[in-house]
């Protein structure tokens, strides 16, 4: 059994290894850390994303509909703003069937 778990793990190391060396721009994306054990205590690999980039702004506060002219004018699939209404930070987000959504805090 152990021997199985230990191939699949090498399997999808390398899958991830091989995906990210194939796509542009991953150089240095993906960092591998022990992160996990099987029954026996082993340790196993596991991928850990790395944060990359940060992007610092200041938000605007606004309305959900100006954040979605907002979106739509900067070519972006998600858009985060202050909503004018309650103070909150809020997304809106283009979703895979074309429409908008909008994610708020509930506390």
Not at 43 to 51: G, N, Q, S, T, W
Not at 68 to 91: G, P, R, S
């Given at each position: 059994?152990?021997?199985?778990?230990?191939?699949q793990v090498?399997?999808y190391?390398?899958?991830?290894?091989n995906?990210?060396?194939?796509?542009?721009?991953?150089r240095?994306?993906?960092?591998?850390a022990p992160?996990?054990?099987?029954?026996a205590?082993?340790?196993?690999?596991k991928?850990?994303?790395?944060?990359?980039k940060?992007?610092r702004?200041a938000?605007?506060?606004?309305?959900?509909d100006e954040?979605?002219?907002?979106m739509?004018?900067l070519h972006?699939?998600f858009?985060?703003?202050?909503?004018a209404a309650d103070?909150?930070v809020?997304?809106?987000?283009?979703?895979?069937?074309?429409?908008?959504?909008?994610?708020?805090?509930?506390?």
């Amino acid at each position: 059994v152990m021997d199985k778990i230990e191939r699949q793990v090498k399997r999808y190391k390398e899958k991830l290894l091989n995906r990210h060396k194939n796509s542009e721009g991953s150089r240095g994306v993906l960092q591998y850390a022990p992160a996990a054990t099987t029954q026996a205590g082993e340790a196993v690999d596991k991928a850990l994303p790395k944060i990359i980039k940060t992007k610092r702004f200041a938000l605007k506060p606004m309305l959900p509909d100006e954040a979605v002219m907002q979106m739509e004018l900067l070519h972006k699939d998600f858009f985060v703003f202050t909503n004018a209404a309650d103070n909150k930070v809020n997304v809106i987000y283009r979703r895979r069937d074309g429409d908008i959504g909008l994610i708020e805090p509930i506390a």
